[in-house]
């Protein structure tokens, strides 16, 4: 049964490619299941350690997220989703860019008050 925040069948057989096979070690935790753990964490907001057991440990989820974030995995899944949307005519690249420049007031910057560079004691110090 397939849950509303899981990988469909379509999406995983979309991203199974794309996920790093691992043949060291002892058996590894099965990819989709963490990988529906990881989206169930993000889809929700709640912290790794209140991910449902059902997925796994959250410390080898968070350990397999960490992982494929730092080797490009998680890149590589939205290059592909990118190109395979852009060949369908799903994506108009118009980009827009904006040079607005925000000047925030001078206290709000974290000016001193009265304008003076040095603080009052400074300048008993400097006499």
Known sequence: MIRRLELSDAEW???RPLLP???RGRKRLDDR???NGIVWKFRT????RDV???YGS???LHTRFRRWAKDGTFEAMLRAAQAKADAAGDIDWLVSVDST???AHQHAAGARKGGSAHRPSDARAAA
């Open 45 to 48: 907001g709640t912290a790794w």
């Open 52 to 54: 449902p057991e059902r």
């Open 33 to 35: 299941r963490v990988l």
């Open 58 to 60: 959250w410390a080898t």
């Open 21 to 23: 096979v691992s043949l």
């Open 101 to 103: 420049v925000v000047r």
């Open 13 to 15: 057989e979309f991203v």
